[in-house]
């Protein structure tokens, strides 16, 4: 059990267009799913908490604008790159903490790339 | 503020060889503290935790203790195989950080045949 998806586990897009990435807790739910990005040999940095039925928080110096989290069912939450730019092309990775207790699960991440 | 200090890498060793990776942390209360791995091109799975001073996490041949006098975590393995070969997150989660997990650095692990 406790398993994420995310999809898709790798997208290209055009500069200036904008990218959705789905993160699915699949057999539990969570109310709360964190956002992280990955630079190349680098930790994760964490961008936002999102909660569900609620606006996600986002951490410092992160632009709530240009990635736009929601977090709608128990199961689901969608982070959006608007207007992408090849800054930011990385790896993308998504966590759900079940309900019960404070371990979180990882998704398998998404490669975005931005030409 | 909550924070954590892992050996840097990239850490080489041969089939077999027992392997350690040095973490460290400051943080307020008492944390949980976790060791993740990831592979190449994937997520992040837990590879093994502990939840309060003393305790041991196991999985997989890995060992780490909780030592609360010396604020550490380190992992430990026996005898390591090449598929052993990722990068290792150590990371904490304490009360009050709205289940935020903070992470150190990572471990480059390579393991050569």
């Known amino acids: 059990g406790a398993v994420v998806s995310q999809h898709p586990s790798w997208v290209i897009c055009k500069s200036g267009t904008s990218v959705k990435i789905e993160c699915r807790s699949l057999?539990?739910?969570?109310?709360?799913m964190f956002w992280y990005r990955q630079f190349p040999k680098q930790s994760l940095m964490l961008m936002a908490t999102?909660?569900?039925?609620?606006?996600?928080?986002?951490e410092q110096g992160v632009e709530k604008d240009k990635f736009l989290i929601n977090h709608a069912s128990l199961t689901l939450s969608t982070l959006t790159v608007t207007s992408a730019h090849p800054e930011d092309s990385s790896f993308y990775i998504c966590?759900?903490?079940?309900?019960?207790?404070?371990?979180?699960?990882f998704g398998p991440g998404t490669r975005l790339t931005v030409l | 503020g909550n924070s954590v200090t892992q050996m840097e890498g990239p850490v080489t060793l041969s089939e077999e060889a027992f392997l350690t990776i040095n973490c460290t942390y400051t943080?307020?209360?008492?944390?949980?503290l976790f060791w993740y791995v990831q592979y190449p091109g994937e997520g992040l799975q837990l590879l093994l935790k502990a939840t309060k001073a003393d305790d041991k996490g196991s999985n997989k041949g890995f060992e780490a203790t909780y030592r609360k006098e010396t604020t550490s975590f380190h992992l430990e393995k026996g005898s390591v195989q090449v598929s052993d070969s990722a990068v290792y997150f150590c990371?904490?989660?304490?009360?009050?950080?709205?289940?935020?997990?903070?992470f150190g650095k990572g471990t480059l692990l390579t393991v050569n045949p």
């Open positions: 966590s759900a903490r079940r309900d019960r207790g404070n371990e979180q699960f």
């Open positions: 999102s909660n569900e039925g609620s606006k996600a928080t986002y």
């Open positions: 990371a904490l989660l304490s009360g009050g950080s709205n289940y935020k997990l903070t």
């Open positions: 943080a307020t209360g008492y944390p949980s």
């Open positions: 057999d539990f739910q969570a109310t709360t």
